[in-house]
């Protein structure tokens, strides 16, 4: 039983396309997040959702949009893509009933690894 | 500025060595938390540390928090092939809701 599923695991597209990456996570979470790890292994957080509201929306190009249709899935939505959106791309899932949600446990996804071309 | 800095970026050993990395910051954090991430693979969380100077055992694995709550540390004792992998530190600076990583120390241990 995958706790955090991510789908493509690899994508790899032109640049100017449109693309989705879908998360779901079946742990009854109430928090989700996408990060993304660039080639130097750089992890760094660019969206995070508590029961289907945007609570962190880090300084990323409104080209990237998250979509939260319900509590246990979370997708990203790129357009336009550019060589610089070639990264991993992960999804994680926490409790996220707490009063310290940054101290729960984040359980990640395997990664969705983008190349654009 | 990187806000969470870890040291060394790159370590192989021979199994049975022991081995410390670092994880430093002048930002006070509330936590800080070890994850693993093996190759292909999502990070996988080791351990949470919340209160200064706190010492947490995991098997072979030994972390430190800072009595300052700025810097941390994580001791592997004889290290096996299976703790191959990156070692990724985190904090939620001042009890923020995000975790900033560190870069990374990429651990090697050859057999």
């Known amino acids: 039983d995958t706790a955090v599923s991510q789908t493509p695991k690899y994508l790899v597209t032109q640049m100017g396309n449109d693309k989705s990456i879908k998360c779901e996570q079946n742990l009854g979470h109430d928090t989700m997040y996408w990060y993304k790890q660039d080639s130097k292994k750089f992890l760094k957080i660019m969206f995070s959702?508590?029961?289907?509201?945007?609570?962190i929306n880090e300084t990323v190009p409104n080209r990237f949009s998250p979509k939260s249709p319900d509590k246990a899935h979370l997708n990203l939505h790129i357009n336009s893509l550019e060589l610089g959106d070639s990264a991993v791309y992960f999804c994680?899932?926490?409790?996220?009933?707490?009063?310290?949600?940054?101290?729960?446990?984040?359980?990640f996804g395997p990664g969705t690894r983008l190349l654009v071309l | 500025t990187q806000l969470l800095e870890q040291s060394p970026q790159f370590l192989s050993i021979q199994e049975g060595e022991n081995l410390t990395v670092y994880c430093n910051s002048s930002s006070v954090f509330s936590s800080l938390q070890w994850y693993r991430q093996e190759p292909g693979e999502g990070p996988v969380l080791l351990v949470t540390?919340?209160?200064?100077?706190e010492v947490k055992k995991l098997k072979r694995l030994t972390f430190q928090f800072g009595d300052a709550r700025k810097d941390s540390s994580l001791h592997i004792t004889a290290a096996q092939p299976g703790d191959t992998g990156l070692y990724l530190c985190?904090?939620?600076?001042?009890?923020?809701?995000?975790?900033?990583f560190g870069k990374g120390t990429k651990l090697t241990v050859n057999p």
């Open positions: 540390v919340v209160t200064g100077g």
């Open positions: 959702y508590n029961n289907k509201e945007l609570i």
């Open positions: 994680a899932s926490s409790h996220g009933q707490g009063a310290f949600r940054s101290q729960e446990t984040q359980y």
């Open positions: 985190a904090g939620d600076e001042g009890g923020s809701e995000k975790l900033v």
